[in-house]
């Protein structure tokens, strides 16, 4: 029995421990209910009364010997792993970043939406390739008028008919020939322009549109839609002006300036030192596009509005390039994130 003890003493202290497996089969081997320790004590009863006293010291030395290994190893185990999984590795590649995020363009465009969905407005779409009609002759641009070069776009040679839409005031005219007033809309959208492309102009942008018709609609209600919008969009110390323009479709015709964000008003470079920045341009909707559209103008009044998202969002983000919005760099994109829309 002696014998046996020493050979089983020997097995537990060459018993390499290097990992949390190595220590459960040492538990399994040697100290557990069926282990070989164990197992020498159930063997105690058959000894003699002597025999068991000096064999029962020296095999609670082994099983004492035994637990004292297992409890060290388990430590040295738990120790280590927790080191290894804390220890970082500098050189290693960084974990890539796989969420994709909503182009600028469009967290502005949602933002816009979202403000005007709020005072009752609905999100209306239309086509980008257009007919003269819609684009131009419905809202009151006479054939060669000159207010058609403000803006010039491509045509197709083919048929001089067809064009792609220069400004999304082409689903203003579907609406009113869709619906009866009450219309309250706005219309979002991709248009096109032929401009040479630079850091201010670009062949296309996105513009938003809006529109309301009913009876008694007023310049009072244009102004203070508007200025709803911008203290919403641009905080509300922002301050609003009105300037008369001209649009052949609206009469009278506004176009609208907010206090230039960046230097508060002082004057800077992006508002060319006047304080003012020009983010819209609006108007009572001309009798001539009602008739047009087929609503009785002496029933009906209207305001419009139209802003480009290039240039709201400019201003929110500080982009100064309009190119930098459709070159698909990724690394620009990226930055846009965090933003909340
Ligand atoms: N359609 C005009 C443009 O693109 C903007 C506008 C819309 C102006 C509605 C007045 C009213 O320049």
Redesign the pocket.
């Known amino acids: 029995m002696e014998e046996i003890i020493k050979k089983i003493k020997t097995e537990v202290e060459t018993f390499v421990i290097e990992n949390a497996n190595h220590v459960e089969e040492f538990r399994l081997k040697f100290i557990s209910k069926k282990g070989l320790v164990t197992e020498l004590f159930e063997q105690l009863k058959h000894l003699t009364k002597e025999e068991k006293q000096k064999v029962g010291k020296i095999l609670n030395e082994l099983k004492q010997f035994a637990e004292a290994k297992f409890t060290e190893a388990q430590t040295n185990v738990a120790a280590s792993h927790k080191k290894n999984s804390q220890a970082i590795d500098f050189t290693l590649p960084p974990v890539p970043d796989k969420t994709g995020n909503l182009h600028p363009l469009t967290l502005t465009r949602n933002r816009i939406i979202e403000i005007f969905e709020r005072l009752g407005f609905s999100v209306a779409d239309g086509p980008e390739i257009e007919d003269d009609w819609h684009n131009f002759s419905a809202?009151n641009f006479p054939p060669n008028h000159p207010a058609r070069e403000?803006?010039d776009t491509f045509f197709i040679e083919k048929n001089p008919e067809i064009l792609l839409r220069?400004?999304?005031?082409n689903v203003?005219v579907r609406l009113m020939n869709q619906q009866k007033p009450p219309i309250r809309a706005i219309m979002p959208g991709r248009?096109y322009r032929n401009e040479a492309i630079s850091a201010r102009a670009h062949c296309f942008f996105h513009?938003v549109?809006?529109?309301y018709v009913d009876k008694n609609v007023g310049f009072a209600d244009l102004k203070q839609t508007l200025y709803h919008f911008a203290k919403e969009m641009y905080g509300h110390d922002t301050k609003i002006r009105f300037r008369p323009?001209y649009?052949p479709?609206?009469e009278p015709?506004?176009e609208i300036d907010i206090s230039c964000l960046i230097c508060k008003g002082k004057g800077c470079n992006v508002c060319k030192h006047t304080g003012w920045v020009e983010i819209?341009?609006?108007?009572m909707?001309h009798p001539n596009v009602l008739r047009n559209c087929g609503i009785d103008p002496e029933e009906y009044t209207g305001?419009?509005?139209?802003?480009?998202i290039e240039r709201v969002t400019m201003l929110r983000y500080q982009v100064n390039d309009l190119r930098l919005y459709s070159e698909n760099d990724i690394r620009f994109l990226k930055q846009f994130k965090t933003v909340v829309s």
């Open positions: 809202l403000m803006q220069t400004h999304t005031s203003q248009v513009q549109e809006g529109l323009s649009f479709f609206t015709s506004a819209a341009g609006s108007g909707v305001f419009a509005f139209g802003m480009g």
